[in-house]
Structure formats: C-alpha cells, structure tokens
T-cell receptor, first 113, second 114 residues
Framework: ETGVTQSPTHLIKTRGQQVTLRCSSQ?????VSWYQQALGQGPQFIFQ???????GRGNFPPRFSGLQFPNYSSELNVNALELDDSALYLC????????????FGSGTRLTVV | DAKTTQPNSMESNEEEPVHLPCNHS???????IHWYRQLPSQGPEYVIH???SNVNNRMASLAIAEDRKSSTLILHRATLRDAAVYYC???????????????FGQGTTLQVKP
C-alpha cells in the first residue's frame, strides 16, 4: 500500500487567485473526500467523490470544486481565494462501505496573502 | 448534523491505560462511531470504529454504551507516541451504501507524561 499522497505540501497564493491541489488515493480505494482544517480546529468536510461523481458536500461555496479521475486520483480547485481560505487541506480515501475507515494524506498547507 | 462532545484535554502517565470519553446523544441508528487521532503536522489516522458492539483492534478498544449515546476509546498502555488529538466522529450514512462524510469536533488533546 502506498497510502494517500498530496501535492504540493505547501503553497502561498495571493487573494483573488485560483489554486489546484492534488491527491493520489490509496491503491484500490474508489472514494475520496476533501477536508479543510483551520489552525487549532478539527477538519471540516468539503465534499466527497465516488466513482467520479460528487455524492456529498459540506457547507462550502461553489468556488470550491473538485474532480475525481478514472484512476481515482482527485483535485480540489478553489477560485477567487480569500484570506480565510488559509488552512491545511486534507484528502482522504476509502473503499465504499469500507470497514476500515478513511486513509488521510498529510495535507497541503495553503497560505493566502 | 449529529455532533459529538469530548473533553478538551486529558493527561496520562506512560504505560497506564487511558479512557477517552465521547458523548453523542443525537446519534441515529445508522451512524457509525469512528475514532481518529492526529499528530502534529500529519493528517488524521484511523484508530477504530463500531456500530453497537464493543470493538478491539491492535491499536485500541472501543466501548459503546447500550443506548449508543456515549462511547469510550481505551488505550491499554499509553506510550509517548500516543500523544495526539483524538477525534470522536459520527460517520453519517447516506443510505446509498457509499461511505458518508465525517463530522469532526474539536477533539481531545492527550498528553502522555513519562
């Protein structure tokens, strides 16, 4: 098992710019979720993809969007970055109906200035 | 969304058992109880989960109250490497057979003293 890998590990963007974060799911996993974790807070669910379709979304505006590819890797796109978007973005993968929970990556630290 | 309540912090001595409590009084019948932990600068790590019965694995044990409104994560012998933020989470089931989203709270910061 290779686990979940995310890239880049750190990123600095300017307010108003767009950003794309990438995630490679653990081998064999067909479900991917994205979470936003502000400093000192628990992760907040952004959305989930299952077999390339979004099948769950948290309380995030439409400028947060995503994709899941046939190989189950995934992207998180954020448009019109705001200062409050500064956070750790976590990707998690699993098998649907998994009895073993989610495998998280180490995250991408995004700083918006 | 169903929520969980945990103490902000707990302390333990190394090699002693640790009982981390969690209240989830609004849990529904299809919600699984998950526990994850997060070390500094890392993503959350799956620890254990259960539905109704107590569960054991190599990392920990999960004791679930009969009414399912509370649960306790048990680390049998705490080590310094167990110092982390522990999250008790209800995994919402969307009924379609797909895994649901995880609703994280603030978690419990566990300190382990040598």
């Amino acid at each position: 098992e290779t686990g979940v890998t995310q890239s880049p590990t750190h990123l600095i963007k300017t307010r108003g710019q767009q950003v794309t974060l990438r995630c490679s799911s653990q081998s064999g996993h067909n479900t991917v979720s994205w979470y936003q974790q502000a400093l000192g807070q628990g992760p907040q669910f952004i959305f989930q993809y299952y077999r390339e379709e979004e099948n769950g979304r948290g309380n995030f505006p439409p400028r947060f969007s995503g994709l899941q590819f046939p190989n189950y890797s995934s992207e998180l796109n954020v448009n019109a970055l705001e200062l409050d978007d500064s956070a750790l973005y976590l990707c998690a993968s699993s098998l649907s109906d998994s009895l073993y929970g989610y495998t998280f990556g180490s995250g991408t630290r995004l700083t918006v200035v | 969304d169903a929520k969980t309540t945990q103490p902000n912090s707990m302390e333990s001595n190394e090699e002693e058992p640790v009982h981390l409590p969690c209240n989830h009084s609004t849990i529904s019948g299809t919600d699984y109880i998950h526990w994850y932990r997060q070390l500094p600068s890392q993503g959350p790590e799956y620890v254990i989960h259960g539905l109704t019965s107590n569960v054991n694995n190599r990392m920990a044990s999960l004791a679930i109250a009969e009414d399912r409104k509370s649960s306790t994560l048990i680390l049998h012998r705490a080590t310094l490497r167990d110092a982390a933020v522990y999250y008790c989470i209800l995994r919402l089931s969307d009924g379609s057979g797909n895994t649901g989203k995880l609703i994280f709270g603030q978690g419990t910061t566990l300190q382990v003293k040598p």
